[in-house]
């Protein structure tokens, strides 16, 4: 079984539209969250960083965290066509001590937002 | 200023020849990762350093696998010999000081045929 789970879609929605993105994962250690962006042929890039449980909102973007279940979502608000891209989930079970900085992502989901 | 780049963007190798991918991170950051993206799969973590050294190395994946950063700045990623299951996309990031933001490169695609 994977640590972390997350459905490769691909999702395909209309502009405007409300995107949820979804990963679970199974290392009840994990304790930071992370959504990152990756455009074709590009490296990753942070969208939204949260620690532990609760909802962290930027701009059109909002990540939930929910440790009791092991599930946490990304939404996208008013969908934009350049929001178009693959969306990866990521992990990590602590900052600082020997193993801080390695993420263990999930497949990522493809997303296409059509005008 | 500069993110991280990679070198070469793309590689096309036989299997068996030697290829060393190059990173170099943003100026100042201390600790430099690499991951590996195979073709259908998650990107897996294999090394981490920090500074010059290795910090946590429990994603390489065999011996034929060699990474260095030899001064703390640039780090290069051996493969030798390489084989088909080397193929993907490599990835390299750096952090500064105890931050988990990670700043990745484009990524280098290896081929081995």
């Known amino acids: 079984q994977k640590e972390v789970e997350q459905d490769p879609g691909p999702l395909s929605v209309p502009e405007g539209a409300i995107v949820s993105l979804n990963c679970t994962y199974s290392n009840s250690a994990f304790q930071y969250f992370m959504w990152y962006r990756q455009y074709s042929r590009k490296g990753p890039e942070l969208l939204m960083y949260t620690y532990s449980s609760g909802n962290k909102e930027d701009g059109r973007f909002t990540a939930q965290v929910d440790k009791s279940s092991k599930y946490i979502s990304l939404f996208i608000r008013d969908s934009q066509p350049s929001d178009s891209a693959t969306y990866l989930c990521?992990?990590?079970?602590?900052?600082?001590?020997?193993?801080?900085?390695?993420?263990?992502f999930g497949q990522g989901t493809i997303l296409t937002v059509h005008p | 200023e500069a993110g991280v780049t990679q070198f070469p963007s793309h590689s096309v190798i036989e299997k068996g020849q030697t290829v060393t991918l190059r990173c170099d991170p943003i100026?100042?950051?201390?600790?430099l990762y690499w991951y590996r993206r195979v073709m259908g799969k998650e990107i897996k973590f294999l090394l981490h350093f920090v500074k010059e050294s290795k910090q946590d190395e429990s994603g390489m994946p065999n011996n034929r696998f060699l990474a260095e950063r030899t001064g703390g700045t640039y780090s290069t990623l051996k493969v030798q010999p390489a084989e088909l299951e080397d193929s993907g996309v490599y990835f390299c990031?750096?952090?500064?000081?105890?931050?988990?933001?990670?700043?990745f490169g484009q990524g280098t695609r290896l081929t081995v045929v």
């Open positions: 990031a750096s952090s500064q000081g105890e931050l988990l933001e990670a700043f």
């Open positions: 100026s100042g950051h201390d600790n």
């Open positions: 990521a992990m990590s079970a602590n900052a600082g001590g020997t193993s801080y900085g390695k993420l263990t």
